[in-house]
C-alpha cells in the first residue's frame, strides 16, 4: 500500500519518510510526496528463501528482490498518485530503511536513490531497484557487524517531487565539528547530490539566525542537473565558481528555518535543502 508522508512512522516508512512526515506535519516545506510501505516490500519478498540466497552472496538476494512483482494494487495506487501531479512530473524515488537514523546506527546512504525519475513504468522498475539495494554487499556487511537480523530490516520507499535545484547543499544546526551553538551551511549550485556525495568543494557559511559570522568560497567545479529522465554533471563556468552561490538572505533564511526545525525536534539536526526560482 501507499501512504502519505503525513501518515508515516519508522514502522511504515522508514526513517526517512517518518521524519519528512514529522515536518509536513509541523508545517515545514516539504515538497510533496508518498511511501510505499515497508510491509510492501515483506509481502512481495515474503516466499523468498533469504537466507538460502545469501548462502549464494548479496548478489543472489538482491537479483531475487528486484525481479519481484509489484502487487497490481499497489501499482495501481503509485500510477494514481502519479497522475495528480502530472505526466511529466519528475520524481526522487528514494530508499528508507525501517532501521534508519536510529541513535545507535544509521542505514542512510546505504540504499539507492533515483533522481529525475518520470512516468509510473519507470517508478515502479526504480522501486524494485531500491527494494533491491537492501542487499548490497555493503549493507549486508553493516547489518552483519552490528548486530541487526537481516530479517528485522525492511524497506519502504519514498517518491517525492524532485525540485530542480538552482542552488542546494546541507545544513547543520550545530556545528558537527566542534558542537558550536551556530548554523553551518554547505552550498553548491544545481541539484544537492554534488554536495551530498563530496563531488565538489562547496561555499561554507557559519552563521547566527541574525548574523553570518564566516563564509569561504568553494570551488564548485561542476553541478548536476535533470535533463530528462536523467541527470548529468556539467562543468560550472568560472564566473560562477568564484561568486558565493547564495545570498545573506538566504543564509539567514536558511539559518531561521533550520533553528526552528532544531526547535521542534529539541536536538541537533542535519537538513538537505534546495533553492529553485
Known amino acids: 500500500m501507499t501512504i502519505p508522508f503525513i501518515d508515516a512512522t519508522l514502522a511504515s516508512g522508514g526513517g526517512k519518510a517518518a ?21 510492501t516490500y515483506r509481502n512481495a519478498v515474503a516466499d523468498l528463501d533469504l537466507e538460502e540466497l545469501l548462502g549464494q552472496g548479496p548478489d543472489a538476494v538482491r537479483a531475487a ?14 500510477t494514481d498518485r502519479l497522475a495528480a501531479w502530472g505526466e511529466d512530473a519528475a520524481v526522487a524515488v528514494r530508499s528508507s530503511a525501517t532501521a534508519e537514523d536510529l541513535p ?24 524494485r531497484r531500491c527494494w533491491g539495494s537492501l542487499w ?16 528485522d530490516v525492511a524497506l519502504a520507499v519514498v517518491v517525492q517531487r524532485l525540485v530542480d535545484a538552482d542552488t542546494a547543499g546541507v545544513l547543520f544546526t550545530r ?11 554547505d552550498a ?15 561555499d561554507e557559511y ?15 567545479q561542476t553541478r548536476i542537473d535533470r535533463h530528462g529522465t536523467t541527470t548529468r554533471i556539467i562543468e560550472v563556468p568560472t564566473g560562477d565558481r568564484t561568486r558565493f552561490c547564495l545570498s545573506d538572505a538566504q543564509v539567514l533564511e536558511l539559518a531561521r ?3 526552528a526545525v532544531h526547535d521542534h525536534f529539541g536536538t541537533g539536526m542535519d537538513l538537505e535543502w534546495s533553492y529553485t526560482g
Do not use: C, M
Open 175 to 185: 556545528d558537527p565539528v566542534t558542537g558550536a551553538e551556530q548554523t553551518l551551511i
Open 136 to 151: 548490497t554487499a555493503r549493507a549486508v556487511d553493516y547489518r552483519q557487524r552490528n548486530g541487526f537480523d537481516h530479517h
Open 65 to 78: 528482490v528486484e525481479a519481484k512483482t509489484i502487487p497490481d494494487a499497489v501499482a495501481q495506487d503509485i
Open 206 to 220: 557559519h552563521t547566527t539566525v541574525s548574523t553570518v559570522l564566516e563564509r569561504r568560497l568553494g570551488a564548485k
Open 188 to 202: 553548491s549550485w544545481g541539484l544537492g547530490e554534488s554536495v551530498v556525495s563530496g563531488a565538489v568543494t562547496p
Open 257 to 259: 528555518l533550520g533553528q
Open 19 to 39: 521524519n519528512l512526515g514529522e515536518l509536513q506535519r509541523a508545517g515545514f516545506p516539504v515538497p510533496d510526496g508518498f511511501v510505499i510501505t515497508a510491509d
Open 104 to 127: 545507535e546506527a544509521s542505514f542512510a546512504g546505504q540504499q539507492d536513490t533515483f533522481l529525475g525519475v518520470i512516468g509510473a513504468d519507470a517508478v515502479l522498475e526504480a522501486v
